[in-house]
């Protein structure tokens, strides 16, 4: 998620860290009342997203590019992954649907603490001057234990009655949850860097001014759009 530059460097003004903190509970707070609310009202929830993600990126394509040929290839191939990752977030199940958003998040954390606290080279400081590879390796390490105690939370409740039985079921799932974590991490910087490279191009601090504190829907979503397309891969192939 590009708008806090999350890993090294960029600090939000004082002024403006109560207004992210009220911006933040209430896109949390729309997300769950969403999903709590049943289907139909998160898929519409979802599909809001999606267009509003959409017109965003369309707007920076048209601010990054004169080159009318361009303009049409970037904005037609665009939409259809923005809309393909929209579609396939709105029919992941619960589980997967929190493995995508929880390993996009842990991203954000690990990626935000080891970058503050580490520092270091810089990824691609043309991009994204703030990025650091302390804060790539941090955001992988999240998002592999994130997904490790997610897999052994799903054997725990599954009736398995002592420590022993739970780690010998849910080691090798474990492995395979904290790889697949590290491969997501990777997959949300990417993301996140894309988006970076397109605003620059665009001259665009943020995609837009849509949420205070926070820019705009396609700075909250960068990561999470490449992550659900390779969740629902998974999701359709190994299970």
Do not use: C
């Not at 929830?45 to 990126?57: G, K, N, P, S, W």
Request: aromatic share 10%; glycine share 12%.
């Amino acid at each position: 998620m590009a708008g806090a530059e999350i890993s090294g460097g960029g600090k939000a003004g004082k002024s403006d860290l109560g207004v992210r903190f009220v911006s933040a509970v209430v896109m949390m707070a729309v997300l769950l009342a969403a999903f709590a609310a049943g289907d139909v009202w998160f898929d519409m929830f979802v599909y809001v997203v999606t267009f509003l993600t959409i017109a965003e990126f369309a707007r920076l394509v048209l601010r990054a590019t004169n080159q009318p040929v361009t303009r049409v290839a970037g904005i037609l191939a665009g939409t259809v992954l923005i809309a393909l990752a929209g579609i396939v977030l709105a029919d992941l199940d619960s589980y997967y649907l929190l493995a995508a958003i929880g390993v996009v998040i842990s991203t954000d954390v690990g990626a935000y603490a080891m970058g503050r606290t580490i520092g270091g080279p810089k990824i691609a400081p043309s991009i994204s001057p703030s990025k650091t590879w302390a804060g790539l390796m941090g955001g992988m390490l999240f998002a592999a234990i994130f997904l490790i105690l997610m897999v052994t939370a799903f054997h725990y409740t599954s009736g398995y009655k002592t420590w022993g039985e739970l780690v010998d079921v849910a080691w090798d799932d474990a492995l395979g949850a904290a790889m697949v974590g590290a491969i997501l991490a990777v997959t949300a910087q990417a993301g996140d860097f894309a988006q970076s490279w397109l605003k620059r191009r665009a001259g665009m601090k943020d995609s837009s001014k849509l949420i205070p504190g926070h820019g705009g829907v396609f700075d909250r979503v960068d990561g999470l759009l490449p992550v659900a397309l390779i969740v629902g891969f998974i999701s359709t192939t190994f299970t």
